[in-house]
């Protein structure tokens, strides 16, 4: 008796595992980057793309990471399931050189929205004109773990410049040079502007910006060809004219194992929901994300990816699959 009634119960549990549907969502992490910049209300905003466009399928949050080469490492692990990388450092982690030599992330590229010159800021009351001139000081390379800062790093070692490095998050960094700890960091521009932790540092002290020399640029041309040199109009804020900085295309990769209808299904509803965007990133408004992805993508892209570009008609370049 007892084992029919256990025979039962287990026919019982079976019938309704078999008959209850699985979970509508699946849910996804987006891995953006520290809080106060301008990129984790674009990546928020995402967030909200998605979710509105594919209510019974994804359930999109987004997780507060050290950008970059923090959020590849999380992907490598399958932590995030897409992430903000810099095509400079994706390209690295694809190839398995540099900072990735020997342990490549296979993460692949699903779109790149904006350019980002790298500001070297410093007070201008510090008396330093040019880049040289930094040799021995207090200075942020960028948000520990970003790209930023990895790139920082490469140019200056590169221009035999070195820093008395002020390392921590922005927001600790940007304390560091209101309190005259440090003398300036690196920071991404938002377009050719400065970004909107570097104009509240600019509200109360006054900074400026160093371009490149002839020579530093070729330098960096030769040795450092995954990088862009962007022509900067400067201004009032910035103390200068117009100058020279690197820079890279900030995207968004995926992690290596993501699947390809998921890469499709993210790209299609963002590419086609360009005014979400724009509310919580204005660098983006009247931008053709698309055509700027194949135009400077520098490793290959998602094939989930690749079938919406081609759906909508771009050809897609070969070194890109």
């Not at 849910?27 to 520290?34: E, S």
């Not at 400079?88 to 992330?105: E, I």
């Not at 590419?271 to 919580?280: F, G, H, L, P, W």
Request: proline share 5%.
């Amino acid at each position: 008796m007892k084992f029919r009634c256990l025979a039962a119960t287990a026919i019982l549990s079976l019938s309704a595992a078999l008959t209850t549907p699985a979970s509508a969502e699946t849910r996804l992490a987006f891995g953006a980057t520290n809080s106060q910049s301008a990129h984790y209300a674009y990546f928020a905003s995402l967030a909200q793309i998605v979710n509105g466009a594919y209510p019974d399928t994804y359930q999109a949050s987004v997780v507060e990471t050290g950008a970059t080469v923090d959020n590849l490492k999380r992907m490598s692990r399958g932590q995030l399931d897409i992430g903000l990388i810099t095509t400079s450092t994706l390209y690295q982690a694809y190839s398995g050189v540099k900072s990735f030599d020997g342990r490549p992330v296979e993460s692949k590229l699903l779109w790149a929205y904006s350019l980002a010159p790298q500001n070297v800021v410093v007070r201008r009351d510090s008396g330093i004109t040019d880049l040289s001139g930094l040799d021995g000081q207090k200075f942020g390379p960028g948000m520990r773990g970003s790209s930023t800062e990895a790139t920082s790093e490469e140019v200056f070692a590169l221009l035999g410049v070195t820093p008395d490095w002020v390392r921590g998050t922005n927001g600790e960094q940007a304390n560091a040079i209101k309190d005259d700890r440090s003398e300036g960091f690196v920071k991404s521009a938002v377009g050719t502007s400065f970004d909107a932790l570097t104009t509240d540092i600019a509200a109360f002290t006054p900074l400026q910006v160093l371009g490149m020399t002839d020579a530093q640029e070729a330098q960096i041309r030769d040795s450092l060809p995954e990088l862009s040199i962007v022509e900067m109009p400067g201004g009032e804020m910035e103390n200068s004219g117009p100058y020279k900085a690197w820079g890279f295309m900030i995207g968004v990769s995926a992690r290596p194992d993501l699947d390809d209808q998921t890469a499709y299904d993210l790209t299609k509803a963002v590419m086609e929901n360009m005014d979400e965007q724009a509310a919580a990133f204005p660098a983006v408004k009247g931008l053709n994300l698309p055509e700027l992805t194949l135009q400077y993508a520098t490793s290959p892209l998602h094939p989930g990816a690749i079938r919406y570009y081609e759906e909508i008609g771009l050809t897609v370049p070969e070194h890109l699959k």
